[in-house]
């Protein structure tokens, strides 16, 4: 599969919107060259802030950008964004429920070299846990444009998810992104396999595989994590009777657990939770440290093996 | 009753005498202790230290509109010092955003004014603060926001002394001196006093004037009790080009009510129904 930049289509997305609506701000914390949002500043200087290494101010400065009617979009790597800035995006963006659109890069396992410092494993957990908030991983950059376009425009406070790593282009222009909506890339009856960003790759790979072994699994592709498509899960855990998760985060708070809250009070399947566990990341190449984790196409096999023996008993 | 038409409010310096803006001041005043005492919790001392201040900026100083509070041509107000919102919400209902008698369900269950401001409940309010550090953030926004739709509204903000110990403020007056913004106006509320004892004694700021003078910003010193200087303090912003200004208002903690000054103790703590008598005889009420 074809590795794509989901950057890149963030920053030329912000480009097409900044033409097409006055409204649209940006702001950055000194990264605008990482973020992409660079691309934004080229074109239009007047709408483009940076605000330098201080996140929370950048936080603050956007609520009040929102509340002037102004549509800002905030960028920084995901660990400063959702970690350091946390309580700024808490008490001034989310309590008022202001329009502003958090787009944090480097997310994940997948930022590399920089290790532990640098990789968020936890954003989707810091950002699920606050009121009024939306939450979206995508998996590749054609999704990666419409989730942009569509945050644009739908009023509220929202957390989009991206990542530094190429990822492999999964959809083609026929995909369509709602908010809220997983989608069933992959039909199956023994297993269910929930993902977001790029373990969505991976899951169609160890789905294709598990055929092979007679092993008929259902790929759910679900971007929004919150809120999360309840009915979907339902649906699909009704049938198979076995759940997997898979996400590039740890396997506290995010994609994993939010699954698991439907399901335990809706449907209680076995479950399996792919993610990095309970411990900081460290430095390697991106792709090196997700085999590292497991987390690709062979992590979810042996999970979906782990749930099928429970399922069984 | 001290009241105006909703017009009176939408000319910037308006004729009001410092006698009559004592006068309001001093039915504000007491409404932050009937308020806090009614619910038996708040912040009684730095309401009292900000009063005058917020008192000319609504009567004499700002362009608002009591009757559409989001009127596009309004100043902006931000208490980034969230907690002292008694004497914000008694400005709002006397100069008509609201009716006086909600002042009563401060802090209530189900009541419209919450312990710490909220936009969403409560009209005038122009954003949510209450953790300090963060409103002089989103004040910096505002102005960001009404110089690119090059408007000549401007964004008054005030902040406590003991708040300019969080970094966040820092990090927000760097940013405004950066993108010249002349149409933001700080007003720190030096009152000398926080939760745990003077401000200097837990964590000095000073010397005040001259940390937001190396970050850029037109300064003025004045006492926050005085009208003439307060007046003429957001009149001399006016005429402030490519910085912001800030003014260090000197203040008392629970001024105007002789057993409450310069005490730490009132912070956070409401008059007992005894004390609220005692003080309100002070005032002149009873």
Not at chain 1, 4 to 31: F, M, N, Q
Not at chain 1, 37 to 60: C, L, Q, S, W
Not at chain 2, 124 to 132: N, P, Y
Not at chain 2, 198 to 225: C, L, Q, R
Request: proline share 4%; glycine share 8%.
């Amino acid at each position: 599969m074809e590795k794509v930049s989901l950057r890149d289509a963030y920053g030329d997305t912000l480009v097409e919107l900044g033409k097409r609506d006055e409204r649209i701000v940006v702001l950055d914390a000194d990264l605008s060259g990482s973020t992409k949002t660079a691309k934004f500043a080229k074109v239009f200087p007047e709408r483009f802030f940076n605000m330098g290494i201080a996140e929370i101010n950048m936080m603050n400065v956007a609520a009040g950008l929102a509340a002037s009617g102004k549509i800002p979009f905030v960028s920084t790597f995901a660990i400063f964004g959702t970690g350091r800035a946390w309580e700024a995006v808490r008490q001034s963006i989310c309590y008022p429920k202001l329009n502003v659109k958090i787009v944090c890069t480097h997310g994940g396992i997948t930022v590399g070299e920089d290790g532990a410092s640098h990789q968020a494993l936890e954003d989707v957990a810091n950002m699920r846990n606050i009121p009024n908030m939306t939450v979206i991983v995508p998996a590749d950059d054609i999704e990666t444009k419409q989730v942009i376009e569509k945050v644009a425009y739908t009023d509220g406070p929202f957390y989009v998810r991206l990542t530094r790593e190429k990822f492999p282009r999964i959809f083609d222009e026929n995909y369509k992104f709602e908010i809220g909506k997983g989608h069933v890339l992959r039909e199956g009856e023994d297993v269910t396999i929930i993902t977001n960003g790029v373990m969505t790759s991976f899951a169609l790979l160890a789905a294709e595989m598990l055929e092979r072994e007679g092993i008929s699994a259902e790929v759910i592709h679900m971007p929004t994590v919150k809120p999360i498509d309840k009915e979907l899960i339902v649906k699909s855990a009704t049938k198979t009777k076995a759940v997997v998760t898979a996400e590039e985060h740890s396997i506290i708070g995010g994609l994993g657990s939010a699954v698991a809250e439907v399901l335990v009070e809706n449907c209680p399947v076995p479950m399996e939770r792919l993610g990095t566990p309970d411990v900081f990341g460290l430095s390697g190449k991106g792709w090196e440290l997700l085999h590292y984790f497991k987390l690709d196409e062979n992590g979810i096999i042996e999970k979906v093996k782990k749930v099928l023996e429970r399922k069984e008993k | 009753m001290i009241t105006f038409e909703p017009q009176f409010f939408t000319e910037r310096n308006r004729e009001i005498d410092d006698g009559t803006l004592r006068a309001i001041a001093r039915e504000v005043r007491k409404d932050i202790l009937k308020m806090t005492t009614n619910a038996n919790s708040g912040h009684p001392g730095g309401s009292m230290s900000a009063a005058d201040i917020i008192v000319t900026l609504y009567y004499y100083k700002m362009r608002h509109n009591p009757e559409n509070p989001k009127w596009e041509e309004r100043d902006r107000f931000v208490l980034s010092k969230g907690h002292v919102c008694p004497a914000l919400y008694s400005v709002l209902a006397r100069t008509g955003y609201f009716p006086l008698e909600k002042l009563m369900e401060f802090r209530k269950l189900g009541g419209m004014l919450q312990g710490h401001p909220s936009m969403d409940t409560t009209p005038g309010i122009e954003i949510s603060t209450g953790s300090l550090g963060h409103g002089i953030g989103a004040a910096v926004g505002m102005a960001l926001a009404l110089k690119l739709d090059k408007s000549d509204s401007k964004v008054y903000c005030m902040v406590g002394d003991g708040e300019i110990q969080e970094g966040s403020v820092w990090e927000a007056a760097m940013s405004a001196s950066h993108y010249n913004l002349d149409n933001l106006i700080v007003i720190v509320d030096n009152n000398n006093l926080q939760i745990d004892g003077p401000v200097d004694e837990v964590m000095s700021i000073y010397p005040t004037m001259e940390k937001w003078k190396a970050f850029g910003w037109h300064t003025i010193e004045i006492n926050g009790h005085d009208f003439k200087e307060i007046k003429e303090a957001l009149n001399e912003a006016d005429n402030v080009k490519y910085k912001p200004t800030m003014i260090l208002a000197k203040t008392v903690k629970g001024k105007g009510v002789s057993f409450m000054e310069n005490r730490a103790e009132w912070h956070g703590k409401a008059l007992s129904p005894e004390q609220l008598k005692e003080a309100l005889k002070e005032l002149g009420e009873l």
